[in-house]
């Protein structure tokens, strides 16, 4: 079965500065990656995807992120982060082969951006 | 297309009384998912559907939660009785497929008191 860890809980940034949430995954092929984000009182909303090709994926509200298949990761960067980014992200990973079509989701990541 | 409708969007109830939350998927969406979300466990998946049959349930907390998908556009998760550790906001969620990712409604906040 996948699974997936989000290292850090909170993170704190200034505006204008650039980020970089970390996400490592564990699943034995080549997997499904979401990177989502939610904003207070919403649902979430699908920034990006990765399931074959270009390792670097490029999202909405411009967001990127990289699959890195040797260190298991798929960290979502944006290099210059504005007050709208404060939310909470979550990484999800589902299976390529099987799985039912479930994605398992990490337990998110606190973004707050200082002025 | 609308996207995933929930409803209602706020739910306050009294302990020991049924709640019944509702969704919307996706307009050709084969695949419709519950969550529950809160402070102490995250997302946690409950049930979901493919092709309106229940594939995995294991989620669902106790015989209290029952979930249907009577036809591909409507789905209900009802609690009954429900009582004051059921307060989460539920998402529905629905998906083409696992490359697709999911596409999430706004989700219902419910309040148990």
């Known amino acids: 079965a996948q699974s997936v860890t989000q290292p850090d809980i909170h993170i704190t940034v200034s505006e204008g500065a650039s980020l970089e949430l970390r996400c490592n995954y564990s699943y034995g092929a080549t997997p499904y990656l979401f990177w989502y984000v939610q904003s207070p009182g919403q649902g979430l909303q699908l920034l990006l995807k990765y399931f074959s090709g270009d390792t670097l994926v490029q999202g909405i509200k411009g967001f990127e992120a990289e699959f890195k298949r040797s260190q298991s990761s798929f960290n979502l960067r944006k290099p210059s982060v504005h007050w709208s980014d404060a939310a909470e992200y979550f990484c999800?990973?589902?299976?390529?082969?099987?799985?039912?079509?479930?994605?398992?989701f990490g337990t998110g990541t606190q973004l707050k951006v200082e002025l | 297309d609308a996207g995933v409708i929930q409803s209602p969007r706020h739910e306050v109830t009294e302990m020991g009384q049924e709640v019944t939350l509702r969704c919307k998927p996706i307009s050709g969406h084969d695949y419709l998912f519950w969550y529950r979300q809160t402070m102490m466990r995250g997302l946690e998946l409950l049930i979901y559907?493919?092709?309106?049959?229940?594939?995995?349930d294991s989620g669902m907390p106790e015989d209290r939660f029952s979930a249907k998908m009577p036809n591909a556009s409507f789905s209900t998760l009802k609690i009954q009785p429900s009582e004051p550790r059921d307060s989460a906001v539920y998402f529905c969620?629905?998906?083409?497929?696992?490359?697709?990712?999911?596409?999430f409604g706004s989700g219902t906040r419910l309040t148990v008191v």
């Open positions: 969620a629905s998906s083409s497929g696992t490359a697709f990712g999911y596409t």
């Open positions: 999800a990973v589902g299976a390529s082969r099987g799985g039912g079509n479930k994605l398992t």
């Open positions: 559907f493919n092709n309106n049959v229940p594939i995995d």
